[in-house]
Structures are given as structure tokens and as C-alpha cells.
């Protein structure tokens, strides 16, 4: 019997944190993926072709890649060399269109996908990891630090997908 304990684990945001990681911001996107059900969609949809014992979900590999492709923006242009890589891109863009409807409010819901990135996925941020907790702490004086709490405050409100 397995147990299935996510594709990613749950980080509370604190907004005092001193020392720092990069690319924190993107929290904002996993916990996007978790509340429109993707990771255990795309999981289902693609059980077809794992094999018997493979250790990776593919649906897991290709979210990691759509993630990183959000954050990142990079690599759109090469795009109609490779259909797997066009299905990757076309997740990330969803993801990129999908969380500030879910999550922002006000002018920040309006920003461009390069806007997005710049403020609110590049912020950084402290990964404390106390007992089975993992807590995220942000900067104070980052401008954009209480954005991104609301947008997760926002996000964790959303009711779990059926």
C-alpha cells in the first residue's frame, strides 16, 4: 500500500524573516497547482504510461517542468521543435493566467506574466523546516511581501478540488 502525501508539501508564510533563499514567490504557483487540482490530474491522466516500478510520477516531472518554466520564462521561443515541450509551456502559461484570478486582488491581478515574476516570484525568503512543519518567512521590507501573504491567505480559502 502506498501513501500519497502530495507532489508538494505545505509551506506557512510568515512575513519576518532576516535570512533569505531565492524564487520564493513561487509558493504562490505550487499552491495555485493544489487548489485547481492539477498535480493529481495531470498524476491520473498520465498513469496510463508510468511503468510498473518507476520511482518518478510523471505527472509530477511534467508539473516540476511547467513550474519552472513560469518562473523562469524562459525557452518560449523554440517551442515547435518538440510537442511534449509545447504541452509544458502551455500548463505554465495556464498557471501564469490562472493564479492571479485565484489569488491577487486590485491592480496586482492585472499584471503581466514578466511583472509577476519580478515582484512576486523572485522574492526571497527563509525555508524553515521545525519538527513536520516547514515554515517560509519572508522579508519585511520587500514591497511586495503582503501581496503575496494575501494571495496565499486567498488561495488557502479556495475549497479543495473534488
Not at 76 to 93: G, M
Not at 135 to 159: K, M, S, V
Request: net charge positive; glycine share 8%.
Amino acid at each position: 500500500m502506498k501513501k500519497r502525501i502530495g507532489s508538494y508539501p505545505r509551506v506557512r508564510i510568515e512575513g519576518d524573516g532576516r535570512t533569505v533563499v531565492s524564487q520564493a514567490g513561487g509558493v504562490l504557483l505550487v499552491e495555485t497547482v493544489r487548489k485547481a487540482g492539477l498535480d493529481t490530474a495531470i498524476s491520473a491522466a498520465l498513469t496510463p504510461w508510468r511503468k510498473a516500478r518507476a520511482v518518478h510520477d510523471p505527472g509530477k516531472v511534467l508539473l516540476d517542468a511547467a513550474l519552472a518554466v513560469a518562473l523562469s520564462g524562459d525557452c518560449l521561443d523554440r517551442t515547435a521543435q518538440n510537442r511534449i515541450w509545447l504541452e509544458i509551456v502551455q500548463i505554465a502559461l495556464d498557471l501564469l493566467a490562472w493564479m492571479p484570478m485565484l489569488a491577487l486582488t486590485g491592480e496586482a491581478r492585472l499584471w503581466e506574466p514578466r511583472r509577476l515574476r519580478l515582484r512576486l516570484f523572485t522574492t526571497a525568503g527563509q525555508l524553515v523546516t521545525t519538527g513536520r512543519r516547514r515554515i517560509l518567512r519572508l522579508a519585511r521590507h520587500w514591497p511586495w511581501t503582503g501581496h503575496i501573504i494575501a494571495a496565499l491567505d486567498r488561495l488557502t480559502q479556495l475549497p479543495d478540488p473534488g
